[in-house]
């Protein structure tokens, strides 16, 4: 059983940076896959990044790549999204969830446990 908390939400301005923070209860966190999601109002929710439990290998969505990046400290069960050059169309709420799956194909359904949102919102 893993518990996530996300922190870091905030509002800021078009081009501007928001670390999000995914504190995870649990002894075997660093066995979890780690993925960040968002929910834009009127939307359906939608994959942001992952960071693999083996290798630690990172995958984006397209509409972030080169812009956001995520990391984890196993020592620490946390996992971050450092997020740069933000646009408007990033506002949402941004959700942490842990999958024990390898290969979860940034799919909403392979992921177990899901933190409760935390609200990030770019003004122009």
């Known amino acids: 059983q893993v518990q996530v908390v996300e922190s870091g939400g905030g509002l800021v301005q078009a081009g501007g940076s928001l670390r999000l923070s995914c504190a995870a209860s649990?002894?075997?966190?660093?066995?979890?896959?780690m993925g960040w999601f968002r929910q834009a109002p009127g939307k359906e929710r939608e994959f942001v990044a992952e960071i693999r439990w083996s290798g630690g290998r990172t995958y984006y969505a397209d509409s972030v790549k080169g812009r956001f990046s995520i990391s984890r400290d196993n020592a620490k069960n946390t996992v971050y999204l450092q997020m740069n050059s933000l646009k408007p169309e990033d506002t949402a709420v941004y959700y942490c969830?842990?999958?024990?799956?390898?290969?979860?194909?940034?799919?909403?359904?392979?992921?177990?446990?899901w933190g409760q949102g935390t609200q990030v919102t770019v003004s122009s």
């Open positions: 649990g002894r075997t966190f660093s066995s979890y896959t």
């Open positions: 969830a842990a999958s024990a799956l390898g290969t979860t194909y940034y799919r909403i359904s392979s992921y177990d446990y």
